[in-house]
């Protein structure tokens, strides 16, 4: 095999995804900082380290406190990944995700060191997730907030937000007499 981290300390966790193009993104838990922060590599078709990606892979998110147990889901434009991940920067665990883009480079437009999927009362852990077909992910948790341990899940798109924030396009109809110029659209 190929080293995807040498860094100090402990780097454990990983998991990985297809990139698109024939090679991996890689995502694990690392303890370089003295606590767990999750990182990510690209291992390119040819069974080596991507080069234009910093020695030892970028930072996903290096928030105080801990964070543990990442999951990645590619997008299906090979253009990137989202990874989620159960996280301690609060009083209580909750789960955060971030995206990360196959040049090297955190998604600019997701909040530095994620978004929060969950910031609930009371602890969640351990998220698997799914990719929701148009580059973001689904990820599903177990949820401490009414004090059993429920399932709970939220979607978070492409670009950083909850739920589904896209609109539906219900109709598009030429303006008459505009020569092409214009279309009305009507969305929900």
Same mark, same amino acid.
């Given at each position: 095999?190929?080293? !995807? ?5 402990? /780097?454990?966790?990983?998991?990985? !995804? ?36 910093? =020695? ?16 990645? !889901? ?8 989202? =990874? ?45 997730? !799914? ?22 899940? /939220? ?34």
């Amino acid at each position: 095999g190929i080293a !995807v981290c040498m860094a100090a300390s402990t /780097q454990a966790n990983p998991r990985l !995804v297809p990139d698109g193009s024939g090679g991996a993104l890689i995502t694990w838990q690392d303890g370089r900082a003295g606590n767990s922060d999750i990182y990510a590599q690209r291992v390119l078709p040819t069974g080596t380290v991507d080069p234009s990606w910093p =020695v030892d892979g970028i930072a996903v998110c290096t928030a105080t406190e801990y964070q543990y147990s990442p999951v990645i !889901v590619a997008d299906e434009a090979g253009s990137g990944a989202v =990874v989620a991940w159960q996280d301690h920067r609060a009083s209580t665990a909750h789960i955060y995700a971030q995206r990360i883009l196959t040049t090297g480079a955190v998604d600019a437009e997701w909040p530095t060191d994620g978004r929060a999927l969950s910031a609930a009362a009371g602890n969640q852990f351990v998220p698997v997730a !799914v990719a929701d077909g148009a580059g973001g992910l689904i990820a599903v948790w177990q949820d401490y907030r009414a004090g059993n341990p429920d399932l709970y899940a /939220q979607r978070v798109e492409r670009f950083g937000r909850l739920g589904n924030p896209e609109p539906v396009i219900v109709s598009v109809a030429d303006v008459l007499n505009d020569q092409g110029g214009r279309v009305a659209v009507e969305w929900a």
